[in-house]
Structures are given as C-alpha cells and as structure tokens.
C-alpha cells in the first residue's frame, strides 16, 4: 500500500471521526434545547401557580390550603433546580462536544495538509524529471546538430 493511498485512508477515517463528533453535538445541543425549554415551563408554571395562590390569599384561606401552596411551591422548586442542574450539565457536555469536534477537524485539516505537501512534492519531482528529460534531449539534438 502506498503511503499516499495510507493517508487518504487516515484521512476518511478523520473525517468520520470527525462526521460522527458533529453529530454527537447536534444531539448535545438538541438535549440541551429540550433541556432549557423545560426549565423555561417549570417557571412558568412556578410564577402562574404563585399569581394564583395570591389571588387565593386575598379571596382568604385556611391553613391547611396554604400549606398545601407553600408545599407544592417548595417542589416545584426543587424541580426547577434539579432542572437548572440538568442544563448546567449539558452545558458542560456541549462543550466538552465541541472541544472533541474541533480536535477532530484539526486531524482532519494535518492530514488534508500532509497530502497536499506530499502532492507537490510529487509534481515537483515530475517537474524536475520532466525538465532534466527536456534538457537532455535538448541537449543530443544539439550534438547531433553539431556533428554534421
């Protein structure tokens, strides 16, 4: 196997590396989507539940239904914390993602590099073949001119 067919293969073999790092965070970033918008509907739902347990408040209550608020208002933030968790998480994720996304590209972009230097050395050694060839028949045409 010739090293240029040995590095075209390292290079497919890069780039699927690298393929499947930017799919791998696509995802990533579609989780943390997901994640974030939940965390935006806990909220919302926390600030609407409180809005109403106020109006509740000023219509009057018993003790056991403000318990009730304050208890369920108590888990709806432990929720929306366990839920800024998560998002905090694969904020963490997503970076380590793109971090492996653009190792992956850098190997990528050595060996795109690696062939490309040994491309023209390759047409530079043809050149210099085709050159001295060139001479070199320059240079009989001229003895054979010069030995009439």
Known sequence: MSNHSSLEMLIELAEGDRDAAAKLLGQLRSAHQQSHTQLEMLSDYRNDYLRRFEQ??????????????????????????????????????????MTNWQQQQKRVNSYDVLISRRRQEAEHRMNKLEQRQSDEYASRATSALGGF
């Open 56 to 97: 509740a408040m000023q219509r009057g209550l018993t003790m056991a239904s403000i318990q009730n608020y304050q208890r369920f208002l108590s888990s709806l933030d432990h929720a929306i914390e366990h839920q800024r968790q998560q998002v905090n998480q694969h904020e963490g994720r997503i970076t380590r993602g």
